[in-house]
C-alpha cells in the first residue's frame, strides 16, 4: 500500500493507483472530462490537475501515479484559476449553441462550465469549421463541438475494435475523423453508437427521427403501433430522471398510450419468435450438419461488422433476423390482415436501446412485407425526450399492459436484453423440446454477467451443447479469430455488440457506465422472475401465430418473412 | 476504390510498394518506416497507398492516416521536383520569414503546403532547421541551405533549380 496525503487527508491505496483514484476515497472530488473508467485514461484535457508538493508543474491526477509520501492538494486556488483557465480555452473554440444541443442538460462541458462558473471567455480566437456529418442513418458526427478527448475513439478502437475514428492532423486542426473524412455511412462504422454514449459532448449524437413519429401520430390515416425492446424498460426510468435500474414496463406502456399510439406492442414477443426460429435452425444444423458453430443475428451492429471484418464467416450467422424486424414484417402481414388494416397504413415505430436499429430498418433486405418493415427506430433517449414534450411524467403513470397479440411474451424474450439472454432463453427452450422434460431451474447463470467472454457446456439430452457468449465487439473478435483458426468447437454462440447486451446499447440513456450496466441487469433479471411465463415456446401468442400463419418454424412463410441472408463488405472499399 | 492513376492493379510501382511492406507484413509498429520507405518511393502518399499498407500491417486506414496528416513530413499531395523548406524556428520567424513566404509566393505563385502547377517546386513550412545564424533560413531539397535571405535574391536562387 502506497501512504499519501490528499488535502491534509491521510489515504492509504494499492500501488499502481492514481492520485484520482486515491482522491475518490477521501472524498474529494476532481473534476475529469477526457478521463473514462477503463477505456480513455490519456491525461489529454488537463482539467483533473492537482498541486503535488515538489512536482514542478501540476500534475493530471487521472493519469499520475501515487508515490509514497505524496502531498496532494486538489483544490488551491492556483489549481482552480488554471483549471478555468483550461475550461476558457476549450470553450473559446466551441460553439455555443448551448440551448439547441440535444445534449443541453446532459453535457459534462456544460457542467464544468456551470460548476466553475464560467462567466466570460477572454479568449476570442480562430473557431474549427467542419461540415457535419449526417450521412449515417443513425449517427451525427458535429466536429465542432468535439473537445478532443478520444473517448471515442478509445471505445471505437479499443473495446469494439472498429477503429472507425482516429485523430486526424494536428494542433488546432485536429480533427477526429473516419480517414481521409469519409462519412461513417460509407465506411466500415457498424453504428453502434457507443461513441455517442462516451461523448462528452453533442460531437456524435444519435440521428434525431422524434419529429417523424410525431407527424405520423398527428396523421389520423396513418395506424401507427410501436414495438419497445426488452432493454427500454429498464432504460426508460433513467431517461426520464428516475435512478438506474428503475423497471418502468408499465408506465412506459402508459405513456406510449398517451402519447396517442394506436397499438402498443413488444419486441420481447418477437424474442420469443425468434427463439423457436433460431432454436429449430440450431438443432437443424447440429442434426443435418450444417455451419457450426452457429451465432446469433440480433444485433445489427455486429452483423454489420461481421460484414465488414469476418466476411468469410457468415455462414456461421443465424439467417434469423431480429426481434426488432421479425417484429416489423409480422405487424405489416400477419397483423395487417388480422386486424383489417391496410398495411399501407401503418406506421410502425420501434423503441430501442441501439443507433444500429436505426440503420438495420433501412437496409434493403428488410422489407419483405412489401413495404418498409419499421418505418422508424427511435433510442430510448429519444423516446425520453418524447415523454418529457408531452409532459409526461412516468414515475406517477399507472401501470399499463401491452396489447394482444403482439405484446405477449415471457421472461425469456425480456432477458434478451442483457448479455448471456438469447443464449439463456434458447437454451430453456430447446432443452425442453429436445428431452422433452420441464427444466428444474430455467436459471442459466452461467450466461449472465458482464465477463467478456462466458463459456459453458450444458448437457441437452445426450448431447453436451458447448456455448460461448460474447459482449463487446474486441471480444467477439477474439471468439472469431478463435473460428477462423479453426480452433472453435462450440455449437451456439451468442454475439452482442455492446459491452453488457442491449441494456448498454449505444442508444442507451446517458451517462452509461459499468455500474449502471449491472442495475439494468438485475432489473432485467427482476423482470424476468416476474413474468408469469418464463419459457418462449410457453407463449400462447406465439403458438396461435403459428396455427394461424406461420405453420411452423423454418416453414415457408418463416424463411420469407422472417430469415434474411448478409452482405460480404470488406474494408477501406 | 485504389485511385492509382497509373493502373496500379499489377504495377512495377505497386510491386515495389509490397515490398516495402512485405517485411512488416502484421507489424503495425513498423507504420513510420513503412510510411517513409513508401513516401520514397511513390513522391506522396495517396490514398490506394495508404489503404496497402493498413491491410498488409494490419493496422485500421484510419490509424495510418492519422500518422500520415500528424507528421509534416508525409504529403497526401505530389510533391515537386525541388523542396522550398522556409524554416519557421523562432529566429528565422522574427528575422522576417513571413516576408520571405510572401516573396516566394509571389514568385512562384503557390502557397505553403502546395506545389506549382508545372511540379518544379514545393514550398513547406518547417520547425528550426538549426541555422539560426543565417536566419532568415530556408533549405532546398534538404540540402542546400541558403541564409540571410532578402527578397529580391529569390529568383536568382530559384534560377538553381529546374
Avoid at chain 1, 88 to 95: K, R
Avoid at chain 1, 504 to 521: E, H
Avoid at chain 2, 39 to 48: A, D, F, M, R
Wanted: aromatic share 6%.
Amino acid at each position: 500500500m502506497i501512504n499519501l496525503t490528499i488535502d491534509n487527508q491521510k489515504v492509504a491505496i494499492e500501488e499502481g493507483s492514481t492520485i484520482l483514484d486515491a482522491a475518490q476515497i477521501v472524498g474529494a472530488k476532481i473534476p475529469t472530462l477526457c478521463y473514462l473508467k477503463e477505456i480513455n485514461v490519456i491525461g489529454a484535457c488537463r482539467i483533473c490537475m492537482v498541486e503535488v508538493q515538489g512536482a514542478r508543474t501540476f500534475v493530471p491526477a487521472c493519469v499520475a501515479p501515487v508515490a509514497e509520501g505524496m502531498v496532494v492538494r486538489t483544490n488551491t486556488p492556483s489549481v482552480i484559476k488554471a483549471r478555468k483557465l483550461v475550461l476558457e480555452l476549450i470553450l473559446s473554440d466551441h460553439p455555443m449553441e448551448c440551448l439547441t444541443c440535444v445534449r443541453n442538460q446532459n453535457c459534462e462541458l456544460q457542467t464544468l462550465a456551470e460548476e466553475f462558473g464560467i462567466s466570460e471567455i477572454r479568449f476570442d480566437g480562430a473557431k474549427t469549421e467542419y461540415p457535419i456529418d449526417d450521412s449515417s442513418p443513425a449517427l451525427i458526427r458535429d466536429p465542432r463541438k468535439c473537445v478532443l478527448c478520444r473517448r471515442c475513439i478509445s471505445v471505437c478502437t479499443n473495446v469494439q475494435t472498429v477503429q472507425a475514428l482516429a485523430a486526424e492532423n494536428r494542433g488546432f486542426d485536429t480533427l477526429i475523423a473516419p480517414a481521409f473524412n469519409d462519412k461513417l455511412a460509407d465506411m466500415e462504422c457498424v453504428q453502434c453508437g457507443q461513441c455517442s454514449l462516451v461523448c462528452p459532448t453533442g460531437a456524435i449524437v444519435e440521428k434525431d427521427d422524434v419529429d417523424k413519429v410525431w407527424a405520423a401520430l398527428a396523421d389520423p390515416k396513418k395506424h401507427v403501433l410501436v414495438q419497445t425492446a426488452p432493454a427500454t424498460r429498464v432504460q426508460l426510468g433513467e431517461a426520464v430522471g428516475a435512478e438506474p435500474g428503475s423497471i418502468f414496463t408499465g408506465q412506459m406502456v402508459a405513456g406510449l398510450r398517451r402519447l396517442g399510439f394506436d397499438k402498443v406492442f413488444d419486441t420481447d414477443f418477437t424474442a420469443d419468435l425468434t427463439i423457436l426460429e433460431e432454436g429449430n435452425e440450431l438443432l437443424q444444423r447440429v442434426t443435418q450438419g450444417g455451419t457450426l458453430p452457429m451465432i446469433t443475428s440480433c444485433s445489427p451492429g455486429w452483423i454489420k461488422f461481421c460484414e465488414h471484418f469476418y466476411p468469410d464467416l457468415l455462414d456461421h450467422l443465424s439467417t434469423c433476423k431480429s426481434p426488432q424486424q421479425m417484429f416489423g414484417a409480422l405487424a405489416k402481414t400477419y397483423y395487417a390482415k388480422k386486424e383489417g388494416v391496410d398495411p399501407a397504413d401503418i406506421y410502425s415505430v420501434s423503441i430501442m436501446p441501439c443507433t444500429a436499429k436505426k440503420y438495420e430498418c433501412q437496409r434493403p433486405e428488410m422489407f419483405s412485407s412489401g413495404y418498409q418493415d419499421v418505418d422508424v427506430v427511435l433510442t430510448s433517449r429519444e423516446l425520453g425526450r418524447m415523454f418529457k414534450q408531452a409532459g409526461l411524467d412516468c414515475s406517477n403513470l399507472p401501470e399499463e399492459e401491452y396489447d394482444a397479440p403482439l405484446g405477449i411474451s415471457t421472461g425469456a424474450g425480456e432477458i434478451f436484453g442483457a448479455s448471456g439472454g438469447v443464449m439463456e432463453a434458447a437454451l430453456r427452450t430447446v432443452y425442453e423440446v429436445v428431452t422433452g422434460q420441464t427444466l428444474e431451474s430455467v436459471d442459466f447463470e452461467v450466461c449472465r454477467g458482464l465477463t467478456g467472454v462466458k463459456e459453458a457446456t450444458v448437457q441437452v439430452g445426450d448431447l453436451p451443447v458447448k456455448v460461448a457468449i460474447t459482449n463487446g465487439l474486441g471480444n467477439a473478435r477474439k471468439v472469431l479469430d478463435k473460428i477462423r483458426a479453426g480452433e472453435a468447437d462450440y455449437h451456439f454462440i451468442e454475439v452482442m455488440t455492446c459491452p453488457g447486451g442491449c441494456i448498454g446499447g449505444g442508444g442507451s440513456p446517458i451517462p452509461t457506465n459499468t455500474n449502471i450496466r449491472l442495475k439494468r441487469i438485475d432489473a432485467t433479471y427482476t423482470e424476468d422472475e416476474r413474468m408469469v411465463l418464463r419459457k418462449s415456446h410457453e407463449n400462447p401468442a406465439v403458438t396461435a401465430l403459428y396455427e394461424e400463419f406461420l405453420e411452423k418454424p423454418l416453414g415457408h412463410k418463416s424463411h420469407k418473412l422472417l430469415h434474411t441472408h448478409y452482405t460480404p463488405r470488406g474494408v477501406n472499399k | 476504390m485504389a485511385e492509382c492513376a497509373c493502373n496500379c492493379g499489377e504495377d512495377e510501382l505497386t510491386k515495389q510498394l509490397d515490398k516495402i511492406i512485405d517485411p512488416y507484413r502484421g507489424q503495425p509498429g513498423g507504420l513510420i518506416q513503412v510510411l517513409t520507405k513508401s513516401q520514397e518511393l511513390i513522391g506522396y502518399l495517396p490514398k490506394w497507398v495508404q489503404v496497402r499498407i493498413a491491410e498488409g500491417l494490419g493496422v485500421s486506414l484510419q490509424e495510418v492516416y492519422g500518422v500520415v496528416t500528424f507528421y509534416a513530413f508525409f504529403s497526401l499531395i505530389p510533391r515537386g521536383r525541388h523542396k522550398l523548406s522556409v524554416c519557421a524556428g523562432t529566429a528565422c520567424y522574427v528575422k522576417g520569414m513571413k516576408t520571405l513566404i510572401k516573396s516566394l509566393r509571389d514568385v512562384i505563385g503557390v502557397k505553403p503546403g502546395q506545389t506549382t502547377p508545372d511540379s518544379r517546386f514545393t514550398l513547406e513550412i518547417v520547425r528550426c532547421i538549426g541555422a539560426c545564424g543565417l536566419a532568415p533560413a530556408m533549405i532546398v531539397d534538404g540540402k542546400d541551405v541558403h541564409g540571410r535571405i532578402e527578397p529580391e535574391q529569390i529568383p536568382e536562387i530559384l534560377e538553381q533549380y529546374a
